[in-house]
């Protein structure tokens, strides 16, 4: 009777309002979660029979949460460089454990270093990445689906090779051309027989990091606006070099408006020159910038003192990492203190087709299921997938406002399906008493 499907129809009501409350208070004390997304309480009717013309009978109400999953929170600056957001589509891949196989997903980027240096957010799971080869490329020949915890305090310290050295020098064009015994020879200002007109000693890098001094010698010759050049360095730290040390020799011409002649200059000064270290470093092809052919942007010949204006080499000393940074693009950037970066992971993006059907697990993360379908992972930026914010962090999506409203409907609600319950109660007790 429909006395008591009203009774049942009110029960259901204390049901779906009690689910309805649940989900606003967790709404309410995740309000300062990171990465966290509101829920929402929707309702729906139940019918227990279908209803006919001038007959109803009462079914009652079903409340069901739908997490609003693929809202955006609102991006919030961070002072630490691993304090992570994606601004636009996906989610970082975690691993809820080290050692376990399952992996999850979250939008909760604050991220810090355990005491073994692995990147955990504040539910302790690990972010996950590519990991990089010295040259940036990615490790396993880019299989996309090898991802590795990323460590910090597992990269070592680097040092680079020089590879380069640009010089910029004025040679004094009214220096007298050196005429005196003994004739000039090949390795003659190397080993100190003759006495240049003008010498700089620039310091290069191995790729040990060890630091080696590196003289260029100039002597002026009989022949209008040539110079007679050799590069040398201690015989110590260099084998095979002879004289002291002797890698490169020619002569370098120079334009009657004193800008470099490149071809009229020996070609091997001006290609990489091979070092052969002593200490067991990897050899070196340094080449060496001495300018562009008919400019005055490297070595010159005018009527001022020979003098060194500028120079500057690539390569560093080893040094040990002092930190990590984040691109926008995802590259986790090693950085070391004699000022080297070095890229060592990639952060992918996890895209879903139907990102409203992951599942909720604990930790303010999701788990994929058959209704948010399988996962892609792609670089920030690319294939629908938003990008990397670096030292940001994506507030709670809930609307502290609006969830006080729902909390004062849902217990009217509530209070009005007890008070449902409470008359049918009632009409059943007068219905009862009619026997009398």
Known sequence: ??????????????????????????????????????????????????????????????????????????????????????????FFVVKPEMGGKDVAFTRAGSFRADDR?????????????????????????????????????????????????????????????????????????ADGTIEPHFSKTIKVYDSQGSAHNITMSFLKNANTNEWNVEIHGPASDIAGGTPQGLVASGTVLFNEDGSLNLAGSTAALFEPVAFDWTNGAADSNITFNFGTDGMAD???????????????????????????????????????????????????????????????????????????????????GTGGAGSVAPSTLEASTVDLAEEFTKLITTQRAYSASARIITTADEMLTELNQLKR
């Open 1 to 90: 009777m429909s006395l008591y499907a009203a009774l049942y129809s009110g029960t259901s009501g204390l049901a779906a309002n009690s689910s309805a409350l649940g989900i606003i208070s967790d709404n309410i004390t995740n309000v300062n979660t990171v990465g966290y997304k509101a829920a929402n309480a929707e309702f729906m009717t139940l019918v227990t029979e279908s209803s006919t013309y001038g007959t109803y009978s009462p079914g009652g109400v079903q409340a069901r949460a739908r997490s609003l999953i693929g809202a955006q929170g609102l991006l919030q600056t961070s002072t630490s460089a691993t304090d992570l957001a994606i601004d636009g589509n996906g």
């Open 117 to 189: 240096g692995f990147l955990q957010n504040t539910a302790g799971m690990y972010l996950m990445g590519w990991p990089l080869d010295a040259n940036g490329a990615y490790v396993d020949n880019g299989d996309v689906n090898v991802l590795s915890p990323i460590n910090i305090a597992a990269l070592t310290g680097t040092a680079e090779a020089t590879t380069t050295a640009k010089v910029r020098a004025n040679l004094m064009s009214s220096q007298e051309p050196y005429a005196a015994t003994p004739a000039y020879a090949v390795g003659s200002m």
């Open 298 to 380: 490297g070595l010159t010949q005018f009527d001022s003192a020979s003098t060194m204006i500028s120079s500057s080499m690539d390569g560093a000393v080893f040094g040990n990492v002092t930190g990590v940074s984040v691109g926008k693009d995802g590259v986790v950037t090693a950085l070391f203190d004699n000022g080297l970066t070095r890229a060592v992971y990639k952060l992918p993006i996890a895209t879903f087709q139907n990102p409203e059907g992951l599942m909720s697990v604990a930790g303010n993360a999701f788990a994929m299921t058959d209704y948010s379908g399988a996962f892609e992972l792609v670089s920030s």
